[in-house]
């Protein structure tokens, strides 16, 4: 069992709407990534939160945002869903600010629009 | 050409055996690299980090680098079945993020 944890662990969306998935960050981890895995891919980093400020940022759409707050929770918003945002997304924290030591991941929320 | 290269099998090893699997990368400032375990429908889980050149053994895990190819390989000896998993290569290039290869389906065969 790792110390990250998400919800909701599924979720169906109609395209055009918004979502918001969460994530709680193991204690002391102030660095919190989100990555997108597409079937059959490897996650695609979408941003990093260090402090409650993005401080790195992957080859994502606006419409893609977050928020990291101080007890260690964090937020990954998507605005006007299409097809292709379909996804398991996932959250990552990690000791390090930089996260060259690498992540943790947690269980990930499944994402379906249709 | 992609960042992180992997080939995306099925690698079919016997029990017992030892799985081979292997990463290429293009981006010589990479500083840190890292194998992921990630059974299907779940989330990774990292089994291998290695940031300088050479061998680093971890239980049945060892993990090779070699920054001149740019190369980085896994070998898990005494493969088990429940070793049977989509492997991911990874690598830091200093801007705060990973990046994945899409990783290579592992199979040990009873």
């Known amino acids: 069992e790792t110390g990250v944890t998400q919800s909701p662990t599924h979720l169906i969306k109609t395209r055009g709407q918004q979502v918001t998935l969460r994530c709680s960050s193991q204690?002391?981890?102030?660095?919190v990534s989100w990555y997108q895995q597409a079937l059959g891919q490897g996650p695609q980093f979408i941003f990093q939160y260090y402090r409650e400020e993005e401080n790195g940022r992957g080859n994502f759409p606006p419409r893609f945002s977050g928020l990291q707050f101080p007890n260690y929770s964090s937020e990954l918003n998507v605005n006007a869903l299409e097809l292709d945002d379909s996804a398991l997304y996932l959250c990552a924290s990690s000791l390090d600010p930089q996260g060259a030591r690498g992540y943790t991941f947690g269980s990930g929320t499944r994402l379906t629009v249709v | 050409q992609k960042e992180v290269e992997q080939n995306s099998g099925p690698l079919s090893v016997p029990e017992g055996a030892i799985a081979s699997l292997n990463c290429t990368y293009s981006?010589?400032?990479?500083?840190?690299f890292f194998w992921y375990r990630q059974y299907s429908g779940k989330s990774p889980e990292l089994i291998m980090s290695?940031?300088?050149?050479g061998d680093k053994e971890d239980g049945r895990f060892t993990a090779q680098l070699n920054k001149a190819s740019q190369y980085v390989s896994l070998l898990i000896r005494d493969s088990q079945p429940s070793d049977s998993a989509t492997y991911l290569c990874a690598a830091y290039t200093g801007r705060r993020a990973l990046t994945f290869g899409s990783g290579t389906r592992l199979q040990v065969q009873p």
């Open positions: 981006d010589r400032g990479s500083q840190s």
């Open positions: 290695i940031y300088s050149n």
């Open positions: 204690s002391g981890h102030n660095t």
